[in-house]
T-cell receptor
């Protein structure tokens, strides 16, 4: 059974600092998705990573996938307040007949 | 515009009443999903459907029921058997089962 673990679950960081959120998963997969959720809102898609070594960047966020290590990272560069949100990773189990498995989410708070 | 709609945005019910949450998509997606989210928590899968007239239980199906009579529609009924129904309910769809999910805006249900 696929398990997805995110850490940290809570992150408070100062504006201007860099930090990385980690998403580890337990079985082979080469498809991983990152979502963002603002307080009281739904989830929106951030990144789609579909192969080993995939790297995607959007503004101050960069996501990467290492399928051999079963690890994805979401790197935040020079954080700004607008990045405060909860970030979820979701992993495709490669089984073809089960839904994505979501991590518990990382609640990020960027403070001045 | 293609997307997923959920209605209503807010729903208030008395304990002991059944209530149905609507989810419609015009993305021509085969798979649809229902999640429950409690405050400060992650997503929990209630039900999912790969194709019309077929659906499977997720992790917390007790006290809920669904139907999938049309490709674009996947309503969720919260029955009186659900002990703690107050939560934020999210509907999602994807082109196929383990692929990227797109989320609706959510319905916030309060039962008193």
């Amino acid at each position: 059974e696929l398990k997805v673990e995110q850490n940290p679950l809570f992150l408070s960081m100062q504006e201007g600092k860099n930090y990385t959120i980690y998403c580890n998963y337990s079985t082979t997969s080469d498809r991983l998705y990152w979502y963002r959720q603002d307080p009281g809102k739904s989830l929106e898609s951030l990144f789609v990573l579909l192969s080993n070594g995939a790297v995607k960047q959007e503004g101050r966020l960069m996501a990467s996938l290492d399928t051999k290590a079963r690890l994805s990272t979401l790197h935040i560069t020079a954080a700004v307040h607008d990045l405060s949100a909860t970030y979820f990773c979701a992993v495709d189990s490669n089984s073809g007949n089960t839904p994505l498995v979501f991590g518990k989410g990382t609640r990020l708070s960027v403070i001045a | 515009d293609g997307g997923i709609t959920q209605s209503p945005k807010y729903l208030f019910r008395k304990e002991g009443q059944n209530v149905t949450l609507s989810c419609e998509q015009n993305l021509n997606h085969d798979a649809m999903y229902w999640y429950r989210q409690d405050p400060g928590q992650g997503l929990r899968l209630i039900y999912y459907s790969q194709i019309v007239n077929d659906f499977q239980k997720g992790d917390i199906a007790e006290g809920y029921s669904v139907s999938r009579e049309k490709k674009e529609s996947f309503p969720l009924t919260v029955t009186s058997a659900q002990k703690n129904p107050t939560a934020f309910y999210l509907c999602a769809s994807s082109i196929a089962l383990p692929r990227e999910q797109y989320f609706g805006p959510g319905t916030r249900l309060t039962v008193t």
